[in-house]
């Protein structure tokens, strides 16, 4: 856990809702970008899928979805609201 109330997204519990404050790399994956997962936006964990699986993400004003691998969410930081 990171300090600061800031937790990498990989550690959003279902139904916890978070804000994007920025992301633990250098070099963020452009798929990330171009979804829209960007700082300010809100995120909401649906769904954990089992044995360390993809995470099943709302975001966004436009409840959009997505599945992330938790490699991919380790590098995002939120901040829970």
Do not use: H
């Not at 954990?48 to 590098?75: D, H, I, T």
């Amino acid at each position: 856990m990171l300090s600061d109330n800031k937790i990498s997204l990989s550690e959003l519990k279902p139904t916890q809702i978070a804000k994007v404050i920025g992301f633990t790399e250098d070099i963020i994956p452009n798929k990330i970008l171009e979804m829209g997962i960007v700082p300010g936006v809100s995120v909401r964990l649906k769904r954990k899928a089992p044995w360390n699986g993809p995470l099943f993400l709302e975001y966004g004003k436009e409840k959009s979805a997505v599945m992330l691998r938790k490699e991919e969410a380790n590098c995002i930081l939120i901040k829970l609201e």
